[in-house]
């Protein structure tokens, strides 16, 4: 019995760092575990320090009168310092990156994530839409390379055909018309080029509609004349999917006071023009101004029309 006692004593002695060790690693999570930083927090965010968005550093910035200022110089101020503020924010991450400042650029890439996940709204919708005050008086031939390259565009994006949409080119196909205007507002593309800027947004940019249908207004604003059914896809956008049939009507019955374009838009208008003039009074949940869509975000929740939309037609 005697001889067995050291042999107890040694096995005893040597599990006691590993009990030390196991008692010391429940104290230490028992006092310090709620303190950890929360590893799901972190695959979320880049470590570092933050800062308010207000925070300006050792930098004086220019105050911004709210008082004096219309909304229309508001507006360019935020676009402008928005578009400044995304610009720097990519140069900084590419310097860090090209500097070897792998942490620093990996806070300038999550933040410059983040602000390319927020819908940038127009705020203005006519900074994107030319005033009516143009004319179409000249032959221009640079504008009619431009003309001829964004329906070239147009049809590579596979306009017309939804299954084979390109949106990165239909989008470069819309800024082609954009640029036609705004470089050459005197020619007489320009309201082919608005109309062609009105399909691409009606078709291919869900959401849009509202810019679609200025689009579509300044192309007969612009050539009382023009060949394109202008009009009658502004009346069909009012009265489908902008809830605004006052003004459908009034351009329903100007369609057919002209009585020109193709024969089965005419129909449709004459039967719409009869259908909104006997229809009941819309009921006060309904709303009755034209709602506008975001780009980005929450659906539309404008109410639409029971009556089906007319097919695409020429004319």
């Known amino acids: 019995m005697d001889a067995g006692r050291p042999q107890a004593r040694e096995s005893l002695m040597s599990q006691r760092p590993r009990t030390l060790l196991v008692v010391g690693c429940l104290l230490f999570f028992g006092l310090f575990g709620c303190n950890l930083p929360n590893q799901s927090v972190d695959r979320q965010s880049a470590a570092g320090t933050a800062t308010s968005r207000d925070a300006t550093a050792k930098f004086d910035l220019p105050d911004i009168s709210i008082v004096s200022a219309e909304e229309l110089e508001l507006v360019e101020q935020v676009l402008s310092h928005r578009a400044s503020y995304h610009r720097k924010l990519r140069q900084l991450c590419d310097y860090y990156g090209s500097s070897g400042y792998e942490f620093k650029r990996r806070w300038a890439d999550f933040e410059l994530t983040g602000f390319e996940k927020v819908k940038p709204y127009a705020y203005v919708e006519q900074r994107e839409v030319p005033a009516e005050a143009l004319a179409p008086v000249e032959q221009i031939a640079e504008a009619d390379t431009l003309y001829d390259r964004g329906l070239d565009l147009m049809r590579q994006g596979g306009h017309g055909l939804p299954v084979l949409y390109r949106l990165d080119v239909l989008a470069d196909a819309y800024k082609t018309f954009v640029s036609l205007v705004e ?5 007489d593309k320009i309201d082919d080029a ?6 691409i947004l009606k078709e291919c940019f869900p959401g849009r509609e509202a810019h679609a249908v200025r689009w579509y207004e300044r192309a007969f604003a612009w050539d009382e004349q023009t060949p394109h059914p202008a009009r009658f896809r502004a009346a069909v956008l009012y009265d489908h999917r902008l809830a605004d049939r006052a003004r459908a009507l009034a351009l329903y019955r100007r369609i057919i006071a002209l009585g020109t374009g193709d024969k089965s838009n005419l129909r449709y ?4 023009i009869e259908e909104l003039t006997t229809a009941q009074p819309p009921s006060p949940t309904e709303g009755t101004g034209a709602q506008q869509s975001p780009l980005f975000g929450s659906p539309d929740t404008t109410p639409r029309s029971t009556s089906p939309e007319p097919e695409q037609s020429g004319g």
């Open 183 to 187: 470089q050459y507002p005197s020619s």
């Open 194 to 199: 608005a109309f062609q800027c009105g399909e």
């Open 269 to 272: 208008c004459q039967g719409r």
